[in-house]
């Protein structure tokens, strides 16, 4: 009878020194994926940053007077020449 | 078997004979008792130490041991954090880090590399090649070849594969609007620490405060296991600014054409929102690159409308006139005698530029008099004067957290002459910075009150400490408008479409300690639309060479530039049927 149990308490013994490993082993990789999300979630707040500065360069009051005036042929809009519409009025 | 049957067999071995080995006499040699004792303590003390021994290892000095196995094992991390942004009221972005590297590199390895590598990296690193091997002619283990390189360029350094060469992370400053905005915003140093205006004033709060984790790494570099944090790495907290992107271009370039126009030294204009008492624009000319700053001048960095101060001349009227209007000593009707065109106070003479008969209250202010200002200061003990002065904020540094704002200069009106006095109901004999000036101008364009300025975003309409009534300060404005007509000092300044306010001021330079006679600052400080006040703005032009040099010559029309286009940027409604500007061909100068 002792000797049943022995062997029944190492077989469990065994089984659960395995899933321990088989845990370690899963947490493992679960780490190392997150790290990659994080690394992911770095790179993709420094292309955000990247593309804001970009914006504010494209954005430009220089650059675009610049191109208005030039490629464009735009003028500058005057009081005179603009219709206002005003709310309330009749 | 006894002793006596062994002598009788007489056998030749002596187990033979009966006798033991054991027992045999032979090996009876009468040892001391205490040497096997002494092999048995000799044992029991070697177990003792190991025992002992493995009782240090385990309980007492395990921390240590522990310490060390940890530090085999694992790795710490470093976190790093960035500095904040410094976007504009739109969220448009002014200021921003972003990671490059450091190349530095240990002299003696780098040189054994073959000579066309090192002319390759002197190339990517857009330096003279003998600007590199001068830096790598050193005794130093250790020397930084460039520093704040860019990404793609590291890319291509790292293929030349250079021995000895190395790389180190850290941050780069841009800033997207170049001149337009940087004496607003300021620079970093290479080190990402702020060297000027707003980076300086708020490096506390954009500052980033790195981290460190622990980590166990496995054979191939990935991390497989986090041992929690170290110290927790903090981002700088990003800043808006009260600065609109759009009225601050407006700003920049209406200043730079009035410098190029008039052929001055320099020129600032500044632009506040009258409800709130943000700072909208703030522009100088001459300006610089923050991006590149390999030739920086001190006349770029200077902040004019912050850091200097100059007497503001007749801009300061309106205060004379607001605080006898305010006391009822007189109306906007009371008409003065301002002829023969001058007056003599304490020995001095003061003059007008022209010379007017009869002016009313009002007209002083539209025709600019200086006698008819000194008149009306003569009814006004120097004491309230000087009260006003203060209560403008005039003689006190702004509290707007900006490095180096400055305070301007009243002296206390207890050691003012009379000439003196007379002089500063006109402007002269004390100096305010061109923001001071246009901060004083809120009680006019508000219902009397003043607000503190603020050059972050202001979410709530911060309360204002009323200094004259509303009622003065409507007829103030009334005043100001008169100004910015056909007949006033400041008819260059009228915007077609709107009605504006505002008043003139030409002040000579004080050189070595005596009026000037050719260098003058011209002034212009406008309220707009004068219907509904939204903007006050002020400009300053530094020493205009042409043929004009006054206030209404140069400063009013420029203002009227900036005010038309920042209406129209801003989407206010036309408050003025009049869209037609009629300039008068001699328009009426001021009174100096």
């Given at each position: 009878?002792?000797?049943?149990?022995?062997?029944?308490?190492?077989?469990?013994?065994?089984?659960?020194?395995?899933?321990?490993?088989?845990?370690?082993?899963?947490?493992?990789?679960?780490?190392?994926?997150?790290?990659?999300?994080?690394?992911?979630?770095?790179?993709?707040?420094?292309?955000?940053?990247?593309?804001?500065?970009?914006?504010?360069?494209?954005?430009?009051?220089?650059?675009?007077?610049?191109?208005?005036?030039?490629?464009?042929?735009?003028?500058?809009?005057?009081?005179?020449?603009?219709?206002?519409?005003?709310?309330?009025?009749? | 078997?006894?002793?006596?049957?062994?002598?009788?067999?007489?056998?030749?071995?002596?187990?033979?004979?009966?006798?033991?080995?054991?027992?045999?006499?032979?090996?009876?040699?009468?040892?001391?008792?205490?040497?096997?004792?002494?092999?048995?303590?000799?044992?029991?003390?070697?177990?003792?130490?190991?025992?002992?021994?493995?009782?240090?290892?385990?309980?007492?000095?395990?921390?240590?041991?522990?310490?060390?196995?940890?530090?085999?094992?694992?790795?710490?991390?470093?976190?790093?954090?960035?500095?904040?942004?410094?976007?504009?009221?739109?969220?448009?972005?002014?200021?921003?880090?972003?990671?490059?590297?450091?190349?530095?590199?240990?002299?003696?390895?780098?040189?054994?590399?073959?000579?066309?590598?090192?002319?390759?990296?002197?190339?990517?690193?857009?330096?003279?090649?003998?600007?590199?091997?001068?830096?790598?002619?050193?005794?130093?283990?250790?020397?930084?070849?460039?520093?704040?390189?860019?990404?793609?360029?590291?890319?291509?350094?790292?293929?030349?594969?250079?021995?000895?060469?190395?790389?180190?992370?850290?941050?780069?400053?841009?800033?997207?609007?170049?001149?337009?905005?940087?004496?607003?915003?300021?620079?970093?140093?290479?080190?990402?620490?702020?060297?000027?205006?707003?980076?300086?004033?708020?490096?506390?709060?954009?500052?980033?405060?790195?981290?460190?984790?622990?980590?166990?790494?496995?054979?191939?570099?990935?991390?497989?296991?986090?041992?929690?944090?170290?110290?927790?790495?903090?981002?700088?907290?990003?800043?808006?600014?009260?600065?609109?992107?759009?009225?601050?271009?407006?700003?920049?370039?209406?200043?730079?054409?009035?410098?190029?126009?008039y052929n001055a030294k320099?020129?600032?204009?500044?632009?506040?929102?009258?409800?709130?008492?943000?700072?909208?624009?703030?522009?100088?000319?001459?300006?610089?690159?923050?991006?590149?700053?390999?030739?920086?001048?001190?006349?770029?960095?200077?902040n004019r409308v912050i850091?200097?101060?100059?007497?503001?001349?007749?801009?300061?009227?309106?205060?004379?006139?607001?605080?006898a209007l305010e006391t009822?000593?007189?109306?906007?009707?009371?008409?003065?005698?301002?002829?023969?065109?001058?007056?003599?106070?304490?020995?001095?003479?003061?003059?007008?530029?022209?010379?007017?008969?009869?002016?009313?209250?009002?007209?002083?202010?539209?025709?600019?008099?200086?006698?008819?200002?000194?008149?009306?200061?003569?009814?006004?003990?120097?004491?309230?004067?000087?009260?006003?002065?203060?209560?403008?904020?005039?003689?006190?540094?702004?509290?707007?957290?900006?490095?180096?704002?400055?305070?301007?200069?009243?002296?206390?009106?207890?050691?003012?002459?009379?000439?003196?006095?007379?002089?500063?109901?006109?402007?002269?004999?004390?100096?305010?910075?061109?923001?001071?000036?246009?901060?004083?101008?809120?009680?006019?364009?508000?219902?009397?009150?003043?607000?503190?300025?603020?050059?972050?975003?202001?979410?709530?309409?911060?309360?204002?400490?009323?200094?004259?009534?509303?009622?003065?300060?409507?007829?103030?404005?009334?005043?100001?408008?008169?100004?910015?007509?056909?007949?006033?000092?400041?008819?260059?300044?009228?915007?077609?479409?709107?009605?504006?306010?505002?008043?003139?001021?030409?002040?000579?330079?004080?050189?070595?300690?005596?009026?000037?006679?050719?260098?003058?600052?011209?002034?212009?400080?406008?309220?707009?639309?004068?219907?509904?006040?939204?903007?006050?703005?002020?400009?300053?032009?530094?020493?205009?060479?042409?043929?004009?040099?006054?206030?209404?010559?140069?400063?009013?029309?420029?203002?009227?530039?900036?005010?038309?286009?920042?209406?129209?940027?801003?989407?206010?409604?036309?408050?003025?049927?009049?869209?037609?500007?009629?300039?008068?061909?001699?328009?009426?100068?001021?009174?100096?």
């Amino acid at each position: 009878m002792s000797g049943k149990l022995n062997i029944v308490l190492a077989a469990l013994l065994v089984g659960c020194a395995l899933s321990v490993v088989n845990g370690r082993y899963q947490a493992r990789h679960l780490v190392i994926e997150s790290e990659r999300l994080q690394q992911q979630v770095r790179q993709l707040d420094i292309d955000w940053a990247q593309l804001q500065l970009d914006q504010s360069k494209l954005g430009k009051g220089e650059r675009i007077e610049q191109i208005a005036g030039a490629d464009l042929n735009m003028t500058p809009l005057t009081t005179a020449r603009t219709q206002y519409l005003m709310e309330g009025a009749p | 078997m006894k002793r006596g049957a062994h002598g009788v067999n007489g056998s030749r071995v002596a187990a033979s004979k009966g006798v033991a080995f054991s027992t045999s006499p032979v090996l009876a040699v009468g040892l001391p008792n205490w040497r096997s004792r002494l092999v048995l303590f000799a044992l029991f003390a070697a177990f003792v130490a190991l025992a002992a021994r493995a009782l240090w290892l385990q309980g007492m000095s395990t921390q240590f041991l522990q310490q060390q196995g940890k530090s085999r094992y694992e790795r710490t991390l470093e976190l790093p954090a960035t500095r904040g942004k410094i976007t504009d009221r739109n969220g448009q972005v002014l200021a921003s880090s972003l990671p490059v590297k450091a190349v530095w590199a240990i002299p003696e390895d780098v040189l054994k590399a073959p000579p066309e590598k090192l002319a390759e990296l002197a190339r990517l690193l857009d330096m003279p090649e003998a600007d590199v091997r001068k830096k790598l002619d050193s005794d130093r283990t250790f020397v930084y070849l460039k520093r704040q390189v860019e990404m793609d360029v590291i890319a291509r350094i790292e293929k030349l594969d250079i021995g000895g060469l190395g790389t180190r992370k850290e941050y780069k400053r841009f800033y997207p609007q170049g001149e337009v905005m940087t004496h607003l915003v300021g620079f970093t140093n290479v080190e990402d620490v702020g060297q000027e205006s707003m980076e300086l004033a708020q490096q506390i709060t954009l500052m980033g405060v790195p981290g460190s984790r622990r980590v166990i790494k496995d054979r191939l570099g990935r991390i497989v296991e986090d041992l929690g944090m170290f110290r927790e790495p903090h981002d700088g907290k990003d800043l808006v600014l009260s600065v609109d992107s759009k009225l601050q271009y407006i700003a920049f370039t209406s200043i730079k054409n009035a410098v190029e126009k008039y052929n001055a030294k320099a020129g600032a204009a500044v632009v506040l929102d009258v409800r709130t008492g943000e700072v909208l624009a703030l522009a100088n000319w001459p300006s610089y690159n923050p991006n590149d700053r390999s030739r920086l001048t001190g006349e770029q960095l200077r902040n004019r409308v912050i850091t200097d101060t100059f007497e503001p001349g007749s801009t300061l009227k309106p205060f004379t006139v607001a605080l006898a209007l305010e006391t009822r000593r007189v109306t906007p009707d009371t008409v003065f005698d301002v002829s023969p065109g001058y007056i003599v106070v304490g020995g001095h003479r003061i003059r007008d530029s022209h010379v007017h008969g009869q002016l009313t209250v009002s007209g002083i202010i539209q025709k600019s008099s200086n006698v008819g200002a000194v008149k009306i200061s003569q009814m006004i003990p120097a004491q309230e004067m000087w009260e006003l002065y203060t209560k403008s904020g005039f003689g006190q540094a702004p509290r707007v957290g900006f490095p180096g704002a400055v305070a301007g200069r009243v002296r206390p009106y207890k050691s003012w002459r009379p000439v003196e006095y007379a002089n500063m109901s006109f402007g002269h004999g004390l100096s305010v910075s061109l923001l001071q000036l246009a901060r004083s101008y809120m009680i006019f364009a508000r219902g009397g009150d003043i607000i503190p300025l603020s050059f972050a975003k202001v979410n709530e309409e911060p309360a204002g400490q009323q200094v004259i009534s509303p009622r003065t300060a409507a007829q103030i404005r009334t005043m100001l408008e008169s100004v910015v007509s056909p007949q006033g000092t400041a008819s260059k300044a009228q915007v077609a479409g709107y009605r504006v306010g505002g008043k003139t001021g030409t002040a000579q330079k004080i050189i070595d300690g005596r009026y000037s006679q050719s260098n003058y600052v011209g002034s212009f400080v406008g309220i707009a639309p004068l219907s509904k006040p939204r903007f006050i703005i002020a400009v300053m032009v530094d020493d205009p060479k042409g043929a004009v040099h006054t206030g209404g010559g140069v400063a009013a029309p420029t203002f009227a530039a900036l005010a038309a286009s920042a209406l129209r940027a801003d989407n206010i409604p036309p408050d003025s049927p009049v869209t037609d500007i009629i300039i008068p061909e001699n328009p009426l100068e001021e009174s100096m």
